[in-house]
């Protein structure tokens, strides 16, 4: 949720939604040294939501279909008795589609709101012997049709959004981070071009 004046950062300013779903395990195997293990799994969601600007000018609620594919691994740093997970990967990949209805003030209408589209999340953490996040890579994309929609809020037909992020940690807990989003998303189609440093404390 992001809230505030900063929306050229954004490319949401309220999102609230519940993620439902059923997740379908597959069988792990492991590398030739037997220090990788990885596992495909699948998963089917059905996620409720709500999407508005921080004005409530442009307010989305939708259902979002969601079937997606993942491969995780993860490597140990050595064969020995006191070795640890040195880095875990993970990258989902599949479809969605969203159908709901939008409500513009702006534009002073309504209107049946409907996309689908492909995604992408790709995540790597390194760790420490005790386990310590010290490094955090993650590329997320979306990129989708407007098959619906109120039509004097864009004349694109495709919207999308991309983001990546490096977080290093400094000290226990502590992290900065530098990330960077380009494209546009709901609710609005606004595009976004940033760069963006931060600070992190996780507990």
Do not use: C
């Amino acid at each position: 949720m992001n809230i505030g004046d900063g929306v050229t950062s954004s490319e949401n300013n309220i999102l609230v939604q519940i993620n439902m779903g059923k997740a379908f395990y597959g069988e792990k195997w492991k590398s030739k040294d037997n220090l990788r293990t990885s596992a495909w799994n699948k998963a089917i969601e059905f996620n409720p939501s709500y999407n508005s600007d921080k004005l409530f000018q442009e307010k989305l609620v939708f259902g979002q279909l969601k079937l997606l594919a993942n491969l995780i691994s993860q490597k140990h740093k050595d064969a020995t008795e006191n070795t640890y997970v040195q880095s875990v990967h993970s990258i989902a990949f599949g479809g969605f589609s969203n159908l709901g209805y939008r409500h513009s003030k702006i534009n002073d209408t309504g209107a049946l709101y409907s996309t689908a589209g492909l995604l992408i999340d790709y995540k790597t953490r390194i760790l420490n012997a005790q386990n310590e996040e010290t490094w955090i890579f993650k590329v997320a994309g979306n990129y989708y049709y407007i098959a619906s929609d109120v039509q004097q809020l864009t004349t694109d037909n495709f919207a999308g959004l991309i983001k990546s992020s490096v977080d290093r940690q400094l000290f226990k807990n502590t992290y900065i981070g530098l990330s960077h989003k380009y494209g546009n998303d709901n609710p609005g189609y606004k595009y976004v071009h940033t760069l963006e440093l931060s600070a992190k404390i996780k507990y």
